[in-house]
């Protein structure tokens, strides 16, 4: 069974950094674009970064310069590290791994909530 398992949310100020990690079992991460997103109340689920199974990144304009993202696969675990947080980045994180091949495959975690506030 797969899954994907997130943590490292937390309650920061402004200003602050925070480490998201997703750790995959049943799932090897390395061969899947990993994605993370991100949704705030009311509004909808958004992509902040992506790093594919080739190592290439991407990242919404809105965190560019602030969110790096990365792999251990040795660990099997991918991060978010977050920096120079706003209030805007409050909201529940979650990450996805996508495969358009063999084995294909969408799987997503249940979430970690991420609170910017003074």
């Known amino acids: 069974q797969v899954q994907l398992v997130e943590s490292g949310g937390d309650l920061v100020q402004p200003g602050g950094s925070l480490r998201l990690s997703c750790v995959g079992s049943?799932?090897?991460?390395?061969?899947?674009?990993m994605g993370w997103y991100r949704q705030a109340p009311g509004k909808q689920r958004e992509r902040v970064a992506l790093?594919?199974?080739?190592?290439?990144?991407n990242f919404a304009d809105s965190v560019k310069g602030r969110f790096t993202i990365s792999r251990d696969s040795a660990k099997n675990t991918v991060y978010l590290q977050m920096n120079s947080l706003n209030l805007e980045d409050t909201a529940v994180y979650y990450c996805?791994?996508?495969?358009?091949?063999?084995?294909?495959?969408?799987?997503w975690g249940q979430g970690t909530q991420v609170t910017v506030s003074s």
């Open positions: 996805n791994a996508e495969r358009r091949v063999t084995p294909k495959g969408s799987y």
């Open positions: 049943g799932i090897i991460l390395s061969i899947y674009d």
């Open positions: 790093i594919a199974s080739g190592g290439t990144t």
